[in-house]
């Protein structure tokens, strides 16, 4: 890339720094979460910133099986998967460019019911952020673990319906705008059994100020969390066997 003016370099060497805070606010913000919560979504910079379960089966990822009322075996997860290895190199370089795919794990409280992973890059003028968290609800006081997962979900639901992801999920999409630049972000929240996951994606371009298209932010979103499903299944299948999420 030729050299960038003056201002405008100027403008663009806290991206780092504000790269961590980014990280930063992430971290606090899904900490200050409720333990049973699916992790609220982290504030963004506007600049470039960026359970226990039944004891039968439990294996590596801590997944048990459980009759289902379909009559198909139901999941449940005794605990959440390793969160930045449940997301595939292929979806992160695609929805980050130039992130380091190992990502960064968010400090949570109690990573033995929620962890959380997240990406951040700017490549030339294009700032993406990308954030995953996974929580795992525990039976107690006369409510089974997707009983307790069912609360945490409606109580982190978005307005808009998202189909086919998990047992239920739903979305919101929004503009925010500070200091003139725009940053566009989308917030998954799906259900699977027990598990509840929360996924953030946002971006802005510090070049023309605004910030990117509906649907390339909504679409990234989407796939997203059909990549955490994914690792969430095989998390499972990796403890049970031949069983699926």
């Known amino acids: 890339m030729a050299p960038l003016p003056l201002t405008l370099a100027a403008r663009l060497l806290p991206t780092a720094v504000l790269a961590i805070v980014g990280w930063t606010m992430a971290s606090s913000q899904h900490d200050a979460a409720s333990p049973s919560a699916a992790g609220g979504s982290p504030s963004r910079p506007s600049a470039p910133s960026g359970g226990s379960g039944s004891s039968n089966g439990s294996g590596p990822s801590g997944a048990a099986e459980s009759p289902g009322s379909s009559g198909a075996p139901a999941i449940t997860y005794t605990k959440p998967p390793a969160p930045c290895t449940a997301m595939t190199a292929a ?90 630049q725009q940053t566009r972000e989308a917030v998954v929240v799906f259900r699977k059994d027990n598990a509840v996951v929360t996924v953030t994606y946002n971006g802005s371009d510090f070049e023309s100020k605004k910030a990117p298209g509906v649907s390339e932010v909504r679409d990234g979103a989407l796939a997203a969390a059909k990549d955490a499903l994914a690792g969430l299944a095989k998390a499972s299948t990796s403890a049970t066997g031949d069983q699926s999420a």
């Open 91 to 180: 979806t992160i370089k695609k929805l980050v460019p130039e992130a380091k795919t190992a990502g960064k794990s968010l400090a949570l409280t109690d990573p033995s019911h929620r962890t959380g992973c997240s990406w951040n890059a700017l490549k030339g003028f294009d700032y993406r952020w990308l954030d995953v968290t996974f929580e795992v609800a525990s039976s107690g006081n006369g409510q089974s673990a997707e009983k307790a997962a069912q609360a945490s979900y409606d109580r982190s639901k978005k307005p808009n319906t998202a189909a086919g992801i998990g047992d239920e999920a739903s979305m919101s999409i929004q503009v925010t705008t500070e200091d003139g």
